[in-house]
């Protein structure tokens, strides 16, 4: 017999779209996700599997940008490790860097201008 859901019961309220409703990961093995290295095999190798499984998910970047916005610092999110997605925000540090430098380095030169044309 159904169980007839009580007006009350939060359970039942339908809940926002998450990007994670569309993960291609659900259902899969959690330990995949999160490897730890083994007899000398380190644990981005061992996560090969679940880089497979992310592939193909239609979510994939939603995930990355999760994991990165938070600094989710084990497993695979995105198809991505931790060293991966490390070297991602290095890599995005440097740019920023960069770009600050270059913007100083303008300002500096049209106050310089500034200066000189005065
Ligand atoms: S990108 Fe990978 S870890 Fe992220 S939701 Fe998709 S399958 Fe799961």
Not at 46 to 71: N, Q
Not at 93 to 102: D, F, L, M, S, Y
Request: net charge negative.
């Amino acid at each position: 017999m159904p169980q007839i859901p009580h007006p009350n019961d939060t359970r039942t309220l339908p809940r926002p779209y998450h990007w994670s409703d569309d993960a291609a990961c659900a259902g899969a093995e959690t330990a995949a996700f999160f490897p730890v290295g083994k007899g000398g095999v380190p644990a981005s190798v061992l996560a090969g599997d679940a880089k497979e499984i992310c592939v193909h998910c239609p979510v994939r970047s939603e995930c990355l940008g999760h994991a990165l916005t938070f600094r989710e610092d084990y497993g695979v999110w995105g198809g991505l490790d931790e060293d991966e997605r490390a070297e991602l925000l290095r890599q995005a540090r440097r740019a920023a860097e960069k770009q600050r430098r270059k913007e100083r380095e303008q300002q500096q030169k049209e106050k310089a201008d500034a200066t000189t044309a005065a």
